[in-house]
């Protein structure tokens, strides 16, 4: 079992930035694909980003690319995912999660969910 824990989240103003933290319960954490996803209200979720185990290979959004950058700490057991040039529609709840495979956290096929964290971009 992976329990996973974000922070992070907040109310900022469009243009903004904001880094999220996504904390692992387990050193085996360096053995999955880590994911964001975001879910605003009265939508589906949505993946933001994933990277692999090594932090070499990494998959955004087109809606979030050139302004979210993933990353990872596998001696912390954290990925992290900053958000730069913030818009109101990033306006959401952000989950992370972790999956064997890019692949599954790409179709949202993942085994552990965090309980997520709100941001709420303000125009």
């Known amino acids: 079992q992976v329990q996973l824990a974000e922070s992070g989240g907040g109310l900022v103003q469009a243009g903004g930035s904001l880094r999220l933290s996504c904390a692992a319960s387990r050193r085996t954490f360096s053995s999955y694909v880590m994911g964001w996803f975001r879910q605003a209200p009265g939508k589906e979720r949505d993946i933001v980003a994933a990277i692999s185990w090594t932090g070499s290979i990494t998959y955004y959004a087109d809606s979030v690319k050139g302004r979210f950058t993933i990353s990872r700490d596998n001696a912390k057991n954290t990925v992290y995912l900053q958000m730069n040039s913030l818009k109101p529609e990033d306006t959401a709840v952000y989950s992370c999660?972790?999956?064997?495979?890019?692949?599954?956290?790409?179709?949202?096929?993942?085994?552990?969910w965090g309980q997520g964290t709100q941001v709420t971009v303000s125009s």
């Open positions: 999660a972790a999956a064997p495979t890019l692949d599954n956290v790409r179709r949202g096929i993942v085994d552990y």
